[in-house]
């Protein structure tokens, strides 16, 4: 927590205690709104067993254009790896242009998941960890 977050920080920490302990399909079911208040359109929800790895879809319309983006949700509590990132895009090869990874984990992404999400040549992965959310939420 950073200095001055003080009671802020505290609250956050309260919402991913809730967020933790909601079912993983409420997980989704809750990002998948989350996305539709952004602006999302034609938001489906594809976790079920033998997903390969997607939760969800939706598309993004921005002006004239829109573009799909194929999101993934994690509960952790802590930090999530470049691995992570790795199997997501994998996962979403051949499907879309852009992916979204939602964490409950208030540790962030690693330095290496950061760089793995950017990384030039690769799918884009938008990184959304527990802190972003609750701002979001």
Known sequence: MAAGDGELGSWKNQVIDQLLLVTLDGFERLAQRLLREAGFVNVTILGKS??????????YRLSL????VYFQCKRYRG??????????????AGRGEKGLLIT???????????????RE????VELIDGDRLCDLL
């Not at 033998?50 to 598309?59: A, E, F, L, N, R």
């Not at 984990?105 to 330095?111: A, I, V």
């Open 50 to 59: 033998g997903d390969g790895g997607i939760d969800g879809v939706g598309v």
């Open 65 to 68: 254009v829109s573009f799909t």
């Open 79 to 92: 930090t999530v790896t470049a691995g992570a990132v790795r199997d997501f895009r994998g996962a979403m």
């Open 104 to 118: 409950t984990g208030t540790g962030s992404f690693t330095r290496d998941a950061q760089y793995e999400a950017s």
């Open 121 to 124: 040549g690769a799918l884009p």
